[in-house]
C-alpha cells in the first residue's frame, strides 16, 4: 500500500496497460471465435442432408429401421422418400407413346412439404398425381389427364417382381424450392445446388447454374403408395433414400473439429454397421456433414495463423 501510495502515477499507467492489454486479447479471442463459427456455419450451410443411404426395404423392416435410426444418439430428424422408375402412356396423346418417369412418393410430415411452395393442404388425393413443375413431363400434360403405368415391387425372398397397374390423374404442378427438390432427389449427394430460380445465391462450387428439373411424379405416401403397397406380399421391398439430419448444436464445435467429426463419424458408422447391417442392406451411408467438416478443418489452421497475424 506504500509503495502504491508513493508511485501511485506509476502504478495507474501499470494498470491502465494491463487493463488494455487484457482487453485487446479478450478482444481478438471474441472477434477469432465469432469468425470462426461464422466460417464454420458457411462451410456446412450447402449440406442440407446430413447423412442419405438408399436401402430395398419390405414395409415391416422399413418401419423398424426408421425407430432405430431415429432412436440414435445424436440424430435429430429422418426423412425418406421412395422412389420408382416406371412405363407411362398419357391421355394427352391417346395412349400412343410410352415413355419412362420416376414416381416419388414421401409421408406427409417430410421437410419437402416446407420447400413445396403450392402444397395441396388437404395432402394429395389417393391415385392422384402432381407432376414437378418445370419438367419436360409438365409440358406435355394438364390437370386432369390420365396417366396409366404399372408399378414394380420385386420380392427378393421368393425371385419375383409384384406388377400393379393403376391410372393416375394429374391434380396439379408441384413448384419446388431448389432445397426442396435437393431433398426430393437427393440431387448431388445432399449438398445444395440452386438452380437459378428465385433469389437464391451461387453454388458454392462456382459454375453456371440451370434451371432443369426431372420428370418427377409425385404420390401420397399415406393415400396411395401404402394401400399399394399393401396389395403386395409381405415381402415386397421399394427403394427407399434415407436422409438423416444430426443435432448439429450439440455435436459441432469449430474450436474442436476433429472431436465434432468423430461425433459425426460415430453416427453415421452406428446406422451403417449395427442397423443396416441387421436388415443384410447392401448400401452405404454418405455423410456428407464429415466430409465439408474435413474440409474446414484443413483451411482452418490457415485461417487462424492469417487472422492472428492481422490482429
Known sequence: ???????????????????????FCAAIGVKANLSAEQTLDKQISSVITDLSFQANLNQSNLALAYHNITSVPGVKRVDMVASFSMPISLSSDNYSTSDYTTMDSFPN??????????????????NYTYILAGSALAQKVHVGDNITTMI?????????????????????????TDKG?????????????YTGSGSAPPSIFGGSSSSYRSDIM???WENTLQKLWNS?????TASVTFS??????????????????TNVNKISDNIQNQIL?????????????SNALSGYQSNFQVMLVNFIVVS
Open 181 to 193: 427438390y435437393s431433398l426430393l432427389t437427393n440431387n448431388n449427394g445432399g449438398i445444395l445446388y
Open 1 to 23: 500500500l506504500k509503495h502504491v501510495f508513493r508511485n501511485w502515477k506509476l502504478f495507474t499507467a501499470l494498470l491502465i496497460g494491463i487493463t488494455l492489454a487484457a482487453t
Open 152 to 176: 414394380q415391387f420385386p420380392t427378393p425372398k421368393y425371385w419375383n417382381t409384384s406388377t400393379i397397374y393403376v391410372n393416375f390423374t394429374v391434380a396439379g404442378f408441384a413448384e419446388l
Open 232 to 236: 403386395t406380399l409381405d415381402s415386397s
Open 109 to 126: 410430415t417430410s421437410l419437402i412439404y416446407d420447400e413445396w411452395e403450392n402444397n395441396p393442404v388437404g395432402g394429395i388425393p389417393e
Open 218 to 220: 409425385i404420390v401420397s
Open 244 to 261: 438423416v439430419d444430426v443435432d448439429r448444436q450439440k455435436l459441432i464445435s469449430p474450436w474442436n473439429v476433429e472431436t465434432s467429426i
Open 277 to 289: 447391417a441387421n436388415y443384410l442392406a447392401n448400401t452405404y451411408v454418405n455423410n456428407m456433414l
